[in-house]
Every structure is written in structure tokens, then in C-alpha cells.
């Protein structure tokens, strides 16, 4: 398998619920990211990890909740959501972290808060 | 700042014309524009990406025109194809830090 895979595509979940969703990449990057894309909104950068350690994270809720085990695997973890949390949450990789490197995004894995 | 706008919000165009999508930044610190398409039920994949310090980039029917001054980029897509009817996203990123930031994207329907 190539690219960036995220599982699982779709996942309906409670208000109440925990769950979690998983990316790995098997491109040997170094870098790592969680977006989430709304309707007709700009893509939203969550965390950032570059080599296994969280680099960055833009104000996000602590409902959301990064792992990054390894370089090629990343998880968010998700408990107590908001129906407003209901989004295609993307991962994506690059080789190392910079301005200028390409990122390489998942499928997504689309969210629905009941 | 950190913004990066773009138009228009959806866009048709009929097969063999040109598609046109513009985007505009403020932070002169962005130095590093990608367009990224996205297919329905795909993640966002880069198409194509230019620097400020040429004001034209082409990689086959897809170029990108850079006008420094105006602080505005523009995707064309030549030959517009029914297969090129996708979601496309201009981005930026600079100096200041190390990350992207997206505009709200252009959905390009191409009619056969």
C-alpha cells in the first residue's frame, strides 16, 4: 500500500461517545497533520507533528486528542463532540516539516456528530 | 493577514474553454503558493506550485500568473476537461512560521 491512508472513511458517532481515527503514511515522512475541512471553509490546520512530537496545535478543543506513536502512524482521538464537530478530518504528510514541502493528503475520514 | 482569499466560489465552464480561479493575499511574508485539486470523495492533492520570483509557472493545460505587486495569484486551466471538475484550493505559506494557509476553494464543473 502507498500514500496516506486514513480509517475509517466514514464514522457516525454520539455526543457521548469515544472513538478514534487513524492515519499512516507509507511515504517515510517525517511530518505529520491533522485538517479539518468544512463546508465552504478554508481548510483548518489541528496539530502538527514532526518527527513523532507535537510541534503545533491551533487552539484546537481538548475534545480532540493527538497520538502520534511512530512516524508513519497518527491517531486523533475524539470524546464529548459537538454537532459543529461534525467535518471530513483529512491527514496529511510531508517529508520534513517546512513552507515550501508538498503535503500529501489522506481520503479523509467524514464525521457525523448525532 | 493570514488569509488568503479566492474566486469564485463555484465556477462552469464548457469543455475546451479556460477556467480562471483567483486568490489574494495580504502578508507580504508568504513567499510559496500550491494549488491543490480535490476530487469528491478525495483528499486535496497538489497540482501545481509557483514562487514570487517568476510570474508565470505551466505544467501542461494548468499555469499559474503571479503578480507580486497586486499580491494576487491565478490558476488557468486550459483545454477545460469534464475530468478536470474537481474542488481546487490555492494556498500560501511564508516566512513566519512553516505551515499552510488554504483559501476556501473553487468548485470547477466542466460540461461536456
Known amino acids: 500500500e502507498t500514500g496516506v491512508t486514513q480509517t475509517p472513511r466514514h464514522l457516525v458517532m454520539g455526543m457521548t461517545n469515544k472513538k478514534s481515527l487513524k492515519c499512516e503514511q507509507h511515504?517515510?515522512?517525517?511530518?505529520m497533520y491533522w485538517y479539518k475541512q468544512s463546508a465552504k471553509k478554508p481548510l483548518e490546520l489541528m496539530f502538527v507533528?514532526?518527527?513523532?512530537?507535537?510541534?503545533e496545535n491551533n487552539s484546537v478543543p481538548s475534545r480532540f486528542s493527538p497520538e502520534c506513536p511512530n512516524s508513519s502512524h497518527l491517531f486523533l482521538h475524539l470524546h464529548t463532540l459537538q454537532p459543529e464537530d461534525s467535518a471530513l478530518y483529512l491527514c496529511?504528510?510531508?517529508?520534513?516539516?517546512?513552507?515550501?514541502?508538498?503535503?500529501?493528503f489522506g481520503d479523509g475520514t467524514r464525521l457525523s456528530i448525532l | 493577514q493570514q488569509q488568503v482569499k479566492q474566486s469564485p466560489q463555484s465556477l462552469i465552464v464548457q469543455k475546451g474553454g479556460i477556467s480562471i480561479i483567483n486568490c489574494a493575499y495580504e502578508?507580504?511574508?508568504?513567499?510559496?503558493f500550491p494549488w491543490y485539486q480535490q476530487f469528491p470523495g478525495k483528499g486535496p492533492a497538489l497540482l501545481i506550485a509557483?514562487?514570487?520570483?517568476?510570474s508565470e509557472k505551466k505544467e501542461g493545460r494548468f499555469t499559474i500568473s503571479f503578480n507580486k505587486s497586486a499580491k494576487q495569484f491565478s490558476l488557468h486551466i486550459m483545454d477545460s476537461q469534464p475530468g478536470d471538475s474537481a474542488t481546487y484550493f490555492c494556498?500560501?505559506?511564508?516566512?513566519?512560521?512553516?505551515?499552510?494557509?488554504f483559501g476556501p476553494g473553487t468548485r470547477l464543473s466542466v460540461l461536456p
Open positions: 496529511a504528510s510531508s517529508q520534513v516539516r517546512g513552507r515550501d514541502q508538498p503535503q500529501h
Open positions: 511515504l517515510g515522512h517525517n511530518a
Open positions: 507533528y514532526s518527527l513523532e512530537e507535537r510541534v
Open positions: 502578508n507580504t511574508a508568504f513567499d510559496y
Open positions: 509557483i514562487r514570487p520570483d517568476v
Open positions: 494556498a500560501a505559506s511564508g516566512n513566519y512560521g512553516q505551515n499552510f494557509v
